[in-house]
């Protein structure tokens, strides 16, 4: 099967931890992307990643860091820096960033306590 | 800041169309529409997108109007399954590659 992976679906930490959550693609897409998503809300863009070893802070990048080593690998890394972490997070990919359709995995729900 | 308008919430009953209105007075001539639909604690789905023309899938159609300021996604026969968060938005598809704006959405609901 084709698609993108997150895993795992429900996560709990507790406060001044930092957390990483993975999201894997297998559909030989280049830009990946991290959203995240509170209650009742649309989706607010972290970071996002155009091509392996490169990527960009989207509009709420503040306490969160990502890598791209590879093409199918985007994690994202919730620091203790981030004052309300608590969230739905979201990965997706598209093929390319112009001409993207983007296609979503079906997200982490992270609760500090 | 999301550059279009949709009601808050719909309903509709099962078996029949769906129509969802999306404001977007200000969109450019090189701004497509996109739509797209997040069941509850899942990650969003794509249905659609456009330019000028209507256009039609197995999922949906796309209607938008002559000016392009507003368009209507139809869901021709609506099952409870349909029930979800409809995301319109516009984005630019050049060597820019605006990011994608997901607005508060059009919650539907499906009635039996």
Redesign the interface.
């Known amino acids: 099967d084709g698609g993108i992976t997150q895993s795992p679906k429900y996560l709990f930490r507790k406060e001044g931890q930092n957390v990483t959550l993975s999201c894997e693609q297998n559909l030989n897409h280049d830009a990946m992307y991290w959203y995240r998503q509170d209650p009742g809300q649309g989706l607010r863009l972290i970071y996002y990643s155009q091509i392996v070893n490169d990527f960009q802070k989207g509009d709420i990048a503040e306490g969160y860091s990502v890598s791209r080593e590879k093409k199918e690998s985007f994690p994202l890394t919730v620091t203790s820096a981030q004052k309300n972490p608590t969230a739905f997070y979201l990965c997706a990919s598209s093929a390319d960033r112009v001409r993207d359709t983007q296609y979503f995995g079906p997200g982490t729900r992270l609760t500090v306590l | 800041d ?1 550059k279009t308008t949709q009601p808050t919430s719909m309903d509709c009953a099962e078996g029949r169309a769906a129509n969802l209105p999306c404001n977007h007075s200000t969109i450019s001539g090189n701004e497509y529409v ?1 739509w797209y639909r997040q069941i509850h ?6 249905i659609i ?1 456009g330019l000028k023309n209507n256009e039609t899938n197995e999922m949906a159609s796309l209607i938008i109007t002559e000016d392009r300021k507003s368009s209507t996604l139809i869901l021709p026969h609506a099952t409870l399954r349909d029930t979800a968060v409809y ?1 319109c938005i516009v984005r630019v ?3 820019y ?1 605006q ?7 059009t919650r539907l609901s499906v009635l039996p």
């Open positions: 999301a996109y604690s899942q990650g969003p789905q794509y997108h995301y598809g050049d060597n590659g990011n994608f704006v997901f607005g508060p959405g």
